[in-house]
């Protein structure tokens, strides 16, 4: 397995912007990877995903336009920068990994056999 660790919570105003990493040990070009969040008292929420091929990348409606997941040229690191944030962006955020098909992307936390232990982002006044 992967392992894999995020970096880059904080606390921020609104309309504030973070940069999440998701830092591994080995080239993560051959993972697609998927980012998470839990906000306190609900369940594990789908943010965003990268296919292994770059090619399909999505988003959770709310967070589309605000929030764009990418590659770093390293080549060990996912980024998710975050514009524009929201108090409800407030949240854990988890960077998880696994070896899918090459085009696909996926939005099931079941699909990913490898966790960070998250990072903390919070977005208040």
């Known amino acids: 397995q992967l392992e894999v660790v995020e970096s880059g919570g904080g606390l921020v105003q609104p309309g504030g912007s973070l940069r999440l990493s998701c830092a591994a040990s080995r080239v993560m070009d051959y993972y697609t990877i998927g980012w998470f969040r839990q906000a306190p008292g609900k369940e594990r929420e789908w943010v965003s995903c990268i296919s292994r091929s770059g090619r399909s990348i999505k988003y959770l409606e709310s967070v589309k336009g605000r929030f764009t997941i990418s590659r770093g040229n390293a080549k060990n690191t996912v980024y998710l920068q975050m514009n524009s944030l929201k108090p409800e962006d407030t949240a854990v955020y988890y960077c998880?990994?696994?070896?899918?098909?090459?085009?696909?992307?996926?939005?099931?936390?079941?699909?990913?056999?490898?966790w960070g232990k998250g990072t903390q982002v919070t977005v208040s006044s």
């Open positions: 998880a990994a696994d070896i899918l098909s090459w085009d696909r992307c996926s939005r099931n936390s079941g699909d990913f056999g490898s």
